[in-house]
C-alpha cells in the first residue's frame, strides 16, 4: 500500500472520528443539498461551539458557515440571468434584511402567463391579508401530501432546506429578481443553483414547519418584500401575469390592508404616476408606544379625536395597548 493509499484510507476515518467527538450535545437542524462542479453534495447544518457550521454527508468535513456561503454561491461569477452578485445566500430565505425598498417600485416580466404551483383546480384556502393568528404574507393552496409542487416560472434555485416556521422550503429567483417561495413542502426535486424552467417540479407539497394541515405556502418577493400574490398572479384560471410592468405600492405589500378570509379589490397599477396617486390615497397608521393619547395621536395627524375615533370605530374613552395599531387616514 502507498502513502498515498493510506493517507486516502485514514483521513476520511480521522475526520469522522473527529465529528463524533466534536459534535457531542450539538443541534442538527436539516440537510441542505447543494449542487457543485455537477455533483450533488449534501451538507448538514449544524451548532458547533456556539457557531453555525456545515458537515459535508459524504466526507464528514466540517466547513465555517462563511465557507458554505461561498460554495453555495460559486458560480455566481458564470453570469446567467437569474444570478446578482449581490444577496445571493444560499443559507436563508430572506437574505435582504438590510435592505430598505421605498415604494413605490416597479417589476417586470418578459412573458405574460405563469403555471399554476400545483396541477388541478386552486383552491385557496387562506389568502394575502390579516388574520387571526397575526399577518399572513403568502398563499394558501390547497393540496395533499405528495402532490407535486412547481415552479411559476423559470429561475434559478436559490435557498432549498428548512426554515422555522415555513418548513421544508424552495426559493426560486427569477430574472427580474423577483423571488417565489414555496413553502410546508415534504420533499426536494431540486438543489441550489439548479436552473430550472417554467413549471418543472421544485418538490413535494406537504404539511412542515408551522402549518395546520396540508398545503402549499406560497410567497411572492422582490428584494426581500413579500407581494401580494393575487396582485401579480391571476389565479382564475387565465394563468395571466397581470401586466407586464406592474407598480407596487404600500398597499399591495402590507398585509394590514387586506383579508386572509375574502379576496382582495385588484386593480393592476401600470404606470408611476398610477401608483403615486394609489399610495396618497392609502390608508396610513400609527403604532401606540407608551405615553400615546388619542387625542395626542389626533393631533400629530392634524385630525379631530371624534374623527380618529369614528375611522377605528372606537370611543374617545377606549384604553390604548402598547403596539397597537391605529388607523390616522
Known sequence: MTFITLLRFILPLFALLTFSHSTVGQIVT???PVKTDSL????EKIVLDGHISYRNESTNEIISEQDYITLCGADTHVHDQFTTHDYWLCDRVNPYHDVDLPTPFMISFDQTHFTHPVD?????????????RGPHRGLDIDLVTGDIVRSVLPGKVRFVGYSRGHGKTVVVRHANEVETVY?????????VNDIISEGQIIGKGGNTGNSRGSHLHLEVRYKGVCIHPEYVFNFDGSQSIRSMDLWVTNGWKSPRMHSSYRESDLTPLVTESDAIASQDAEPRYHRVVRGDTL????RSYSLGLKDLCDINRISKNSILRIG????VR
Open 40 to 43: 450533488d453534495v449534501f451538507f
Open 120 to 132: 388541478g383546480e386552486i383552491v385557496i384556502t387562506s389568502r394575502f391579508g390579516r388574520r387571526r
Open 30 to 32: 436539516e440537510t441542505f
Open 324 to 327: 397597537q395599531v391605529i388607523q
Open 183 to 191: 413553502a410546508h413542502l415534504s420533499a426536494y426535486d431540486v438543489k
Open 295 to 298: 387625542s395626542g395621536i389626533a
